[in-house]
């Protein structure tokens, strides 16, 4: 079983920032892109950000270009999505995946206008 661990949240004023974290545990042995996606009330679950664990290449949604930056350390299987420039539409709980099968349990981040 893979086990996925996220923290960062919290509330933040418009503008501001927060660096979400995502540690994973248990059969990690083989990862190959992790994900971050987040579920805003009421709205369908949506992607946000990724990373292939060998070779760190990253893709973002068109939301989070220019403000968010995913990154990984690879020694403590942790994921990072470091996000400035917060905009209340970006409140939501974030979640992290592993390879499209696991899910951790969400953060919440909630922006103020």
């Known amino acids: 079983q893979v086990q996925l661990v996220e923290s960062g949240g919290g509330l933040v004023q418009a503008g501001g920032s927060l660096r979400l974290s995502c540690a994973a545990s248990?059969?990690?042995?083989?990862?190959?892109?992790m994900y971050w996606f987040r579920q805003a009330p009421g709205k369908e679950r949506e992607f946000v950000a990724s990373?292939?664990?060998?070779?760190?290449?990253?893709d973002y949604a068109d939301s989070a270009k220019g403000r968010f930056t995913i990154s990984k350390d690879n020694a403590k299987k942790t994921m990072y999505l470091q996000m400035n420039s917060l905009k209340p539409e970006d409140t939501a709980v974030y979640y992290c995946n592993k390879d499209g099968a696991y899910w951790g349990q969400g953060t919440q981040v909630t922006v103020s206008s």
């Open positions: 248990g059969r990690t042995f083989s990862i190959g892109i």
């Open positions: 990373i292939r664990w060998s070779g760190g290449n990253t």
